[in-house]
């Protein structure tokens, strides 16, 4: 049989029986059934190098052991796993270490708010507190920005086809040009504009929201100084500053929080993805104390008290208590800025764009799906990558922050190879 007849034979149950909405099995016809690190394997005993994890919630790899031995420990001893709010030894030592580890040693205060486990509700509860506090209902987001699937969180989403899913109207919201939106133009002034001019049609808003680096935007990276202006614009005129660090966050661009070298302080932080550590399904936003205005249960969720994900969160801040980890990060980056460089400069045929800061990085392509040609290529050879930004043409790098050199090394020469067949077709 040829690979794709065995291919479609393998995946025939997902076809015949899942949603159409399924989309990474689309990409990666495999059945997959180990991880480690930074590999998987699939039921072939096929080996891939993962430049996904996760979609950036398995910053920490597949697997880590002392994340594994704690959880298998407390699931032996009949810990408590289901227990919404209530209050858990799991969740204690979470917030006590969370405080201790990343709060106290960047100067920062906030309340520790659980919403629902996932990206999207982080987002919902931060956009819900802004204007409840502000009293004021709309919110200025930006072009190419990603924030979410539900309602709230689609309504400062910039991609038309996600926007489209939501099937009703989405209101309360303005997009602004982000950071080089528009060469040669700035944005900072287009947005004092509006917000000066009585005529321009933009209320003052409840908050401004933002990803320092957009991932499924395309790897766009702000420049830090125009963080640095957006913050000044906030305090200004009063509108809460929201950094939404699902993605970019828990040392994705080599520091814990993606802002932190831009030297703010953000009214609300909102944080998933790696934030539970080995993967399990978690989402906390960080809320200033004065702005901690909610009513008992105004949000709230069934699976906000997910005690396996508080373990190997916990477990995961150990990586924080030296700066160890945050310089290994600045080191690959470089290995990964390099050959993205190297790319951009030897394959002129690509018409590419290096993007991104830290392990969050991409490779923008012209001509219509290239990108997803060359990730195809990849995954062929042994390599998990994706592609991202409003057409799908950037290749995304999103590697286990505990890659090693070796690996981070093989992964790029895979991508290397996928490029030249790709390119020599």
């Keep these: 049989m040829t690979t794709a007849v065995l291919s479609d034979k393998k995946m025939k149950t997902f076809e015949e029986i899942e949603s159409a909405v399924r989309s990474y099995s689309r990409g990666w016809p495999t059945i997959f059934e180990k991880a480690k690190g930074y590999k998987m394997w699939d039921t072939d005993g096929k ?3 993962d430049f996904f994890a996760g979609a950036g919630a398995l910053n920490y790899g597949h697997n880590d052991e002392a994340m594994q031995e704690k ?26 270490r969370f405080k201790e580890v990343i709060l106290k040693p960047r100067d920062l ?3 520790i708010m659980f919403p629902g486990p996932t990206g999207t509700n982080t987002v ?8 409840k506090v502000t009293g004021r209902d709309s919110v200025i987001s930006f072009t190419n920005a990603f924030h979410g699937m539900t309602i709230g969180s689609l309504s400062v989403t910039a991609n038309s086809f996600k926007r489209h899913g939501a099937g009703v109207p989405l209101h309360h919201t303005v997009s602004m040009p982000f950071d080089d939106y528009v060469e040669d133009q700035s944005s900072i002034a287009y947005l004092e504009k509006f917000l000066e001019d009585s005529g321009s049609g933009v209320a003052l808003p409840a908050a ?6 957009q991932g499924e935007g395309g790897m766009n990276a702000a420049r830090l100084d125009w963080v640095k ?12 500053l929201i950094i939404d660090d699902v993605q970019a966050g828990c040392g994705r661009t080599g520091t814990f929080f993606s802002f932190e070298p831009a030297g703010i302080n953000p009214d609300i932080v909102c944080l998933s993805k790696s934030i ?33 994900a508080f373990i190997a969160a916990t477990e995961a801040l150990t990586n924080w208590e030296t700066d160890d980890l945050s310089k290994a990060i600045q080191e690959k980056a470089s290995i990964l800025s390099d050959a993205i460089k190297g790319w951009v400069k030897n394959y002129p045929a690509l018409k590419g764009e290096a993007r991104g800061r ?3 990085q991409g490779i923008a392509i012209e001509g219509e799906g290239i990108a997803d040609e060359i990730c195809a290529e990849a995954f062929n050879r042994g390599l998990i990558v994706e592609t991202s930004g409003p057409n799908d043409e950037v290749v995304k790098f999103l590697p286990p922050l505990i890659i090693d050199n070796d690996g981070l090394k093989k992964g790029l020469q895979i991508l290397e190879d996928s490029i030249k067949q790709v390119l020599a077709k």
Aim: proline share 4%; glycine share 10%; aromatic share 8%.
């Design 358 to 360: 830290g392990l969050m």
């Design 276 to 308: 539970g550590g080995a993967g399990l399904p978690m989402a906390i936003t960080l809320i200033k104390p004065e702005y901690d205005q909610w009513e008992p249960g105004e949000h709230n969720g069934t699976f906000r008290g997910n005690n396996l």
């Design 124 to 131: 919902e509860s931060a956009l819900k507190i802004a204007r």
């Design 208 to 213: 401004i929201i933002l990803e320092t680096v």
């Design 109 to 111: 205060d906030y309340k």
């Design 47 to 49: 080996e891939y190098i």
């Design 71 to 96: 959880l298998i420990e407390y699931i032996k001893n009949d810990g408590i796993l289901h227990s919404l709010d209530m209050g858990t030894n799991p969740r204690k030592e979470f917030l006590e």
């Design 229 to 240: 202006q957006i913050e000044s614009i906030c305090k200004r005129w009063d509108i809460l």
